[in-house]
């Protein structure tokens, strides 16, 4: 199954939406968080009648498991550039994300000024990369639904040797389309490891609270370039923010991430 | 009038405050974002008797001028940690903003490991830097309500003359307060003059589509170092990231915002 078929829903009427959550998209049996909104974005998006979701929060509430989820949206403000849109994803009787966001069409950008203070991470060529679902250590199921290869120097802490830099940067691309549209963007912004396996520090798990994604350009077609950095570890939380560029050096889109650094045991 | 009683609100139960949008919190008329953030912050807190903004999102969807307003709080979810708040603002009939939000006590921070790679912004002494609403040029009426002092590499804008870096950089402090509170600090990431301003580009206004604040620690008594700076102005939209640091030399507050790059006349 495609990403796209795995990330379909059901309009049933009145702003609620079937949107089953597909075997294979999991770790540890637990759906990937940007799978997850990339459903919701998905049901968001079908019920504003908008494409792209300029900028959409989700807060985790409960790990989604495999089977059915029926998310229910509401449509707070019908703007000209904008619909603003809340959602509630339910599975197994249980709140498992709340979200909220800004829909809109990315092509109706007016044509402003640009300045860009930012490069897109250098990287070597694909195949010089690491495969995140191939050989030994981590590589959760859900990476098998993607190519995600990792930049070797961040690639380390899948044998026990991190880099020592709260960072992760790699090549993304959805198999079988030659383009990752603003939907698949939520599930890049959310799909590599945690940079904080790269830190040295003693953390495991390290569950996202709340998770923000804008969409700033559309890609046009081939590989996505990514980064993700952690500048704090503090108080039990850390951010990571990420970037994704296309293949013709823009931004596509920007993540913050807050999650929670549990104490180690 | 002080910023706590500014921003008090009045709980009329079953979720629902009395939370006045008070005179001189506006810029040309329209009360600022943050203070927006804060008032519905505290509402949020009261609702769920936490009292810490963990990471709150607000979505603007209308202008808020002085007069009446209401607040609608609905705990999404009670969890051991935080409560899930999503909140209504209406003012005059229509909605003036949504938020979505993670509410605890920073008190309960698990005490993990800790690692931070950034530094506080430098700032000459508060003496030498620039009263943002002293002198000739950009001071809206609400930053008479703050003690905000801009480095003077940042507050050229003022005089026609931007330092030509999307960044700005200063001290603030609450009037009449000894620190400033977690609801405190929503106000101080979004006072600061945008960054915008500073970048040499045709542009005026940018209104906010979208904020998110994390809250990362409670303040310790004095002023605060603040930087806010934009990487990304395309498609017609920029991002504004914002630290708050305290005089420990901890980051207590982080933001990002979303907002418009209106085309220029």
Redesign the interface.
């Known amino acids: 199954m495609s990403f796209s078929d795995d990330t379909s829903v059901r309009d049933l009427g009145e702003g609620r939406f079937d949107a089953p959550i597909r075997p294979g998209w999991d770790i540890a049996g637990n759906a990937n968080g940007g799978y997850l909104l990339a459903l919701v974005g998905r049901a968001m998006a079908t019920h504003c009648r908008r494409p792209d979701p300029?900028?959409l929060?989700a807060?985790y509430?409960s790990p989604g498991r495999e089977g059915p989820a029926t998310v229910r949206c509401e449509t707070?403000?019908e703007?000209r550039?904008?619909a603003?849109v809340?959602d509630?994803m339910e599975a197994g009787g249980r709140?498992v994300l709340?979200a909220?966001g800004?829909f809109g069409s990315?092509d109706?950008?007016?044509?402003?000024?640009?300045?860009?203070?930012?490069s897109p991470p250098e990287l070597p060529p694909v195949e010089d990369c690491i495969h995140s679902a191939s050989g030994e250590g981590f590589a959760p199921p859900f990476m098998r639904h993607m190519d995600l290869h990792l930049h070797p120097e961040d690639a380390g802490f899948r044998v026990g040797e991190p880099s020592g830099e709260?960072r992760m940067r790699g090549w993304f691309r959805l198999p079988g389309s030659d383009r990752v549209d603003p939907i698949g963007l939520l599930l890049g912004l959310d799909a590599f490891p945690p940079t904080i396996f790269n830190?040295r520090?003693?953390?495991g798990w390290t569950p996202t609270?709340?998770l923000?994604c804008?969409v700033?350009?559309r890609p046009v077609p081939g590989w996505l370039r990514a980064r993700f950095t952690?500048?704090?570890?503090?108080?039990?939380?850390l951010?990571e923010d990420g970037e994704l560029w296309d293949e013709a050096g823009?931004?596509v889109a920007?993540s913050?991430q807050?999650a929670?650094?549990?104490?180690?045991d």
Do not use: N
């Open positions: 300029v900028t929060t807060h509430l707070i403000k703007g550039r904008f603003t809340s509630d709140g709340r909220l800004a990315l109706d950008g007016p044509g402003g000024p640009e300045r860009v203070d930012a709260a830190a520090l003693p953390v609270v709340e923000t804008h700033r350009a952690t500048r704090f570890v503090t108080g039990g939380f951010e823009r931004l920007q913050r807050l929670l650094v549990p104490r180690p």
